[in-house]
C-alpha cells in the first residue's frame, strides 16, 4: 500500500473509558446557499456519484461539468430561492430537528447515545460527522439513513461513503447499518395519522395521490427493490387509511434526462385526473420524511399549477412527516430495535474501568 493511501494515524487508545454508542442518521443532502455558485458546488457532488448516475465516467463527467451544470446549477438556484427559509435549507433545518428530537427520545428511554446528523452530499458531510463521532470516543456507531425504502441510488451511496470514511481510518469503530423501513409499523401509522390531521383541518379531496422520487425503470431491471417497496409502502398506507385502489394513485416525480423512468410519472398523472373531471386532490410524498426541494417546489407549486391549469380546481399538499411526534417515536423505535445488544442503558462500573485503566498502565500503555 503506498505511503499517502495509508490511514492516518490515530490518536492514543484512552483505556478505561465507558463505551460510547452513537447513532448518525443521514439525508440526501442540500446547497449550502440559493446560489449558483453553490448550488453548482452541491450539483457537482450529487452528480458525480456513479451511484445516482450509471453511465460510463468518461462519458458522463465531460457532459456533467460542460452541459449540464452550467445550464442547470442558475435555474435550481432560482428554485430552491423559492423555499429557502430565514433558517436555511428545509431539509437542513428538519433533519437537524429530527436529530435533536431523536437524541431526546433515545434519552427519555434510558438509551444514553449520542446522536448527529449529516448530509450524503453537501454539509455537515458524512466524513466530517464520523470523524467527529469516532474522535469523541464512539466505539458504536448506527447508520441511519433517512430513506425508508432501499435503492442503490440513495442507502447503497450512504454505505459507500461510510466505507470510504472507514478507509482513512486506523481504529474502526463497530458499524451497523439500517438499509429500509418501508414497511415499519411506526412509519406508517405516522404517515397516516399525517394525511387524516390534514384532511381534518383541510378537506378531503377527491382522489389521493402519493408521489415518490424516481429511479430510472431500468434499476428495477437490474434487482434494485426501491420500486416494489415503495408499491407496499403505499398499498399498506392505502390500508391504514381505509382506501380503495380507485380513489387514490402511486407515481413517481423527479425525473432527469431522456431515459425511460419509474412510471406513472406524476405531473402527467395529476393532469390527466384534472382532464378527466377530478375537482380535487391530495398529495403526499410517503419517500421524503424531511419537506424540501422536491416536495416543496417540485410538488406544492409545479404539480399544482399544472393541475389547476388542466381544471382542477382544489390541490392540497400534504407536508412531510419532519419532526412530528409520532414520526420521531417511530425514528427512535427502529434505531433502538437496531442497536439491541450494544450497551446504551447500564451505568458503566467506575470502579472497573479504573481497574482496567491501571492494568494497561502496569504493561506500559499511555498515560
Known sequence: MPASDRPAPARAHAHGQAPVTAVLFCNLGTPDAPTPAAVKRYLAEFLSDPRVVEIPRAVWLPLLHGVILPLRSSKSAAKYATVWTKEGSPLKVWTERQAKRLQGWLGEHGHKVRVAYAMRYGNPSMASQLDALADAGATRILVLPAYPQYSGTTTASVIDAVAQWSGTRRNIPELRFVNRYHDDRGYLQALAQRVQRH??????????????????????????????????????????????????????????????????????????????????????????????????????????????????????????????????AALGHIAQQHMAGWPTQAAPDAQALAAQKQRAMALGAAA
Open 199 to 328: 384532511w381534518s383541518e383541510h378537506g378531503r379531496g377527491e382522489h389521493l395521490v402519493m408521489s415518490f422520487h424516481g429511479v430510472p425503470e431500468r434499476t428495477l431491471h437490474l434487482g434494485d427493490p426501491y420500486h416494489c417497496e415503495c408499491r407496499k409502502t403505499a398499498r399498506l398506507l392505502a390500508e391504514w387509511l381505509g382506501l380503495q385502489p380507485s380513489q387514490y394513485s402511486v407515481t413517481f416525480q423527479s425525473r432527469f434526462g431522456k431515459a425511460k423512468w419509474l412510471e406513472p410519472y406524476t405531473e402527467p398523472t395529476l393532469v390527466e385526473l384534472a382532464r378527466k373531471g377530478t375537482k380535487s386532490v391530495d398529495v403526499v410524498c410517503p419517500g421524503f420524511t424531511s419537506d424540501c426541494l422536491e416536495t416543496l417546489e417540485e410538488i406544492a407549486q409545479e404539480a399544482r399549477d399544472a393541475f389547476l391549469h388542466a381544471g382542477g380546481q382544489a390541490f392540497r399538499y400534504i407536508p412531510c412527516l419532519n419532526d412530528d411526534d409520532a414520526w420521531i
